[in-house]
């Protein structure tokens, strides 16, 4: 797995290399917003993640998932962690929390 500084480099390298769809946490789901798409946690992996924290603000802790759909669609999801991430269900907290417990 590579290395990044920052949120923006990693980013820009993930979409470099084909992730370049942007999704969201949205209940159940990671939605994409731009192909009107909708994704459970079992339709995903988690093929890298990476973690950055703020020096002096924790509202600047984030975590980058670089997803993969099974039908092959690749993009990345940004998300706050702490007392700043984003609400979603259960099921979805889970998925992405096996990959966060690793990042620590």
Do not use: W
């Not at 370049?20 to 079992?42: H, V």
């Amino acid at each position: 797995m590579a290395t990044y500084d920052t949120l923006s480099q990693a980013t820009n390298d993930l979409n470099r290399r084909g992730f370049t769809l942007n999704f969201n946490p949205k209940g159940d789901y990671i939605e994409c917003q731009s192909l009107g798409l909708l994704l459970r946690p079992q339709e995903f992996e988690i093929v890298e993640f990476y973690r950055f924290e703020g020096m002096s603000d924790p509202a600047d802790n984030a975590i980058v998932y670089a997803i993969q759909s099974h039908e092959g669609l690749k993009g990345v999801l940004v998300n706050a962690y702490g007392m700043y991430a984003d609400e979603m269900t259960a099921e979805l907290v889970e998925k992405l929390k096996v990959h966060h417990e690793f990042a620590k």
